[in-house]
């Protein structure tokens, strides 16, 4: 009796613990001859846990308990991220029906079966005989021979996303899916291309070319030998960069993520958004994952008519979301979504979509009073322009009642015409050519979009900036471009905005006022103010800047209250960025030509934007290589310009490196008022003290800086570079930028010039 007890109790205990045993099954190890099964109930038998528990490899279901997705998600969170899925390129992941199994095998690895065994993916490539798989805490799922050598592993598959510690090589690519919940291939890719690229495009499903990016790193074979992109590499401590042949590091974004309390991960979405997320491991309540930063900084504006179709179907407006970086789509007035389950698809006009009724007695033609009801209406509605989306609605199809009623005479008219109808026909007519100045002038408005200004700056009347700036009262600023003043203007809310009076623009020079216009619109960096619209109005050229509410970087140096350390080299390497953004990331390179503290505005989180920049060329300055006639700000130019010497970017970076030292020492460039002679001069006082071994005495003796000696002569001898009076002996803005990341060593630089007071 007793030993039939303790059997009894045996076996119970087995139950009880199977499903346990299953989860941690073989402590990340599988062995050949393993399998899961797509379950209903989703159980232990449907997928295998790494050894942490933290990732689960098996089957989830889509939508229902009918079909599956054999993937890799994260296990311990409420939504369960998928973060690999088994992809038959070019087509897409398979839709396995319940039932379905994948096999561990030795020569195919990976394979998933249907019930019947029609095989629906393995994992290829694979040379060699596989002994077994490890599934590792990193997410990566490896198949190994009897070596332990690696034959084929998901790291090396990559789908839409990234994970800590895994790398993207020359060619690799990840893409895109359709929709969130639809895994077949969507119509976005980024790619490390062969030269070192990094690249963001979209894809032509039917012929499966890509357009032209939307996104480019700008890392391919430069100045600096061996500067091109050799990998693309997420970092165990959260940091993704493309790394170069060189050992440099191009960064995607400047964030560092505590493994110890958050999962993070790098997912192009499917609407084409690169982006960073994280998400803690420990949490209550409704945690989720959060964006750190995404490539492009907004899809809405950087996706234009030539780089393929935008991310919102026909008719559909673009707006971006900093919040989650993401873009939404909504239809304008008078317009709803074909199918209500895509949001991010067409948009049809209403009146579309149901039957119209008949107008007056039907004595007038039928179709054609039909048809003008319908363009009466497409007039009224609020129709919106996208750079990347059709400007007009589609007309919808005729309706039942415009294929009855054959018996009529000439154009469908009937014999007798009531007084009504024959008014209410005049109406028509009225309409209808209302209608045809209506799309003349649209069509016009297209042709102005598609030849000259960008579609996204917005054009303003004289008057409206009058009054959004209260008769240009309230003025912010004035420099050697014009004068700025605060305004508020309505955009669906109130929008506090900058607007620029210009002075010195040549007045005959329309299309060349437009054309540069529009070469500004189209610049979008992190680190420049953002241009929002214009007025070309007689004598009246204005341009409207987003206003930035930390105010310029003179007035947060120059302060009682001086900047941490920190906060110095955070602005100094984004003034930097921005500048070799203009100098070598555009199609046109920009010179500046007034870069200092007053036109570098700083934003909610203290970010550095340039302002003002392509102004000089606005300005009837012919820059590259030639000679000006507008002299910059003394203090911040170099000695030769004054010298009447050719123009070229190394004019920027000498003023970069005069802002630099005003940014470590927190003082101005020239300071007259200074007791010592010594001092007066900002450039000649720090070389000075630089070449004596003194380069503390530069510093206010509070700051954290003198804890970091090693970063502060860094920054300084970056400086000292900038302001040589040679021009050729100055770095370019990408190389400062190098210089500045720690990429590229800094040497002792020689004294910039015996005069350099005289500027």
């Not at 990094?198 to 480019?216: A, D, H, I, M, Q």
């Not at 995607?252 to 499917?270: C, D, E, H, K």
């Not at 803690?280 to 008519?305: H, M, Q, R, V």
């Not at 007695?361 to 039928?366: A, G, H, L, T």
């Amino acid at each position: 009796m007793e030993m039939a007890f303790t059997a009894q109790l045996l076996l119970l205990s087995s139950l009880f613990l199977q499903p346990v045993l299953a989860l941690s099954q073989t402590n990340g190890s599988i062995a050949v001859g393993g399998s899961l099964t797509a379950t209903a109930e989703g159980n232990s038998s449907s997928s295998w846990l790494s050894p942490s528990g933290d990732f689960a490899f098996g089957f989830r279901p889509l939508g229902n308990n009918d079909l599956f997705l054999l993937s890799i998600w994260y296990a311990k969170i409420p939504d369960r991220t998928i973060v690999w899925y088994a992809n038959n390129n070019p087509v897409g992941a398979p839709a396995a029906p319940l039932g379905s199994t994948v096999n561990l095998t030795a020569h195919s690895g990976l394979v998933l079966t249907r019930p019947r065994g029609e095989e629906l993916w393995k994992s290829e490539n694979i040379v060699g005989v596989v002994a077994n798989g490890v599934f590792n805490d990193t997410g990566n799922f490896v198949l190994e021979d009897d070596s332990s050598k690696k034959l084929w592993e998901s790291f090396k598959n990559p789908t839409d996303t990234i994970l800590p510690g895994q790398i993207i090589e020359r060619e690799g690519n990840l893409a895109s899916r359709q929709s969130e919940t639809n895994y077949s291939n969507g119509r976005f890719q980024l790619q490390l291309q062969p030269d070192g690229n990094l690249l963001l495009n979209s894809v032509n499903f039917t012929t499966g070319s890509t357009n032209r990016p939307y996104y480019v790193s700008a890392t391919t074979k430069g100045t600096v030998p061996g500067s091109e992109g050799k990998q693309l590499v997420f970092n165990d401590s959260g940091c993704i960069y493309v790394l170069r042949e060189n050992g440099g590091k191009f960064a995607l974004g400047n964030t560092r993520v505590s493994a110890m309390a958050y999962y993070t991960r790098a997912t192009l979405n499917f609407d084409g958004v690169f982006a960073q997320y994280v998400h803690p491991k420990t949490f209550s309540g409704n945690a989720s994952w959060e964006p750190l930063w995404s490539l492009p900084e907004n899809i809405c504006l950087d996706i234009d008519a030539d780089k393929g179709p935008g991310v919102c179907g026909l008719n559909s407006i673009c707006t971006f979301s900093p919040a989650d970086k993401r873009p939404k789509c909504e239809c304008p007035r008078g317009f709803s979504l074909h199918d209500p389950n895509d949001l991010y698809g067409i948009c049809e006009p209403d009146f579309g979509k149901n039957s119209i009724e008949p107008v007056g007695k039907r004595s007038c033609p039928s179709h054609m009073g039909e048809w003008i009801a319908v363009y009466m209406q497409v007039a009224t509605a609020y129709i919106k322009f996208r750079k990347d989306n059709s400007t007009r609605p589609v007309p919808p199809s005729p309706s039942p009642d415009d294929k009855k009623n054959k018996q009529t005479t000439f154009l469908g008219v009937r014999p007798v015409i009531s007084a009504t109808a024959l008014v209410v026909c005049l109406v028509l007519i009225a309409a209808a050519f209302s209608l045809g100045l209506y799309f003349t002038f649209q069509k016009k408005q297209v042709r102005i979009m598609q030849s000259g200004l960008n579609i996204n700056l917005r054009p303003f009347s004289y008057q409206e900036l009058h009054e959004a700036t209260n008769g240009f009262t309230e003025e912010l600023g004035r420099g050697t471009f014009g004068v700025v003043y605060k305004g508020i203007i309505q955009n669906g809310s109130q929008v506090q905005v900058a607007v620029k009076k210009l002075r010195c623009v040549k007045q005959d020079g329309d299309e060349e006022f437009k054309a540069e216009v529009n070469v500004i619109g189209k610049t979008h960096h992190k680190n420049l103010v953002r241009l929002l619209g214009y007025c070309d109005e007689g004598q009246q050229r204005l341009l409207v800047y987003e206003l930035l509410s930390n105010g310029t970087l003179a007035s947060f140096l120059f302060a009682d209250v001086k900047p941490s350390w920190g906060q110095r080299i955070k602005i100094a390497f984004g003034i930097a960025k921005g500048l070799e953004y203009l100098h070598e990331e555009c199609r046109t390179p920009i010179i500046h030509c007034d870069i200092k503290p007053q036109n570098i505005l700083l934003d909610d989180n203290c970010t550095a934007r340039i302002a003002d920049f392509g102004l000089a060329k606005l300005l009837m300055m012919n820059q590259s290589h030639t000679h000006t006639a507008i002299r910059g700000t003394k203090g911040y130019v170099a000695p030769k310009w004054f010298r009447n010497m050719p123009i070229t970017t190394k004019v920027d970076v000498y003023s970069f490196g005069v802002v630099l030292l005003e940014i470590i020492c927190c003082r101005r460039s020239v300071d007259v008022e200074n007791n010592c002679e010594g001092k007066a001069i900002l450039t000649n006082w720090v070389y000075d003290c630089y070449q004596e071994g003194k380069i503390d005495a530069v510093l206010d003796h509070k700051t954290e800086a003198l804890h970091d000696k090693k970063n502060l002569e860094k920054s300084v001898m970056v400086a000292i570079w900038c302001i040589q009076e040679d021009p050729s002996l100055r770095p370019t803005m990408r190389k400062v930028v190098q210089m500045l990341e720690g990429v590229v060593e800094v040497h002792a630089p020689p004294c910039p010039s015996s005069y350099t007071s005289s500027a």
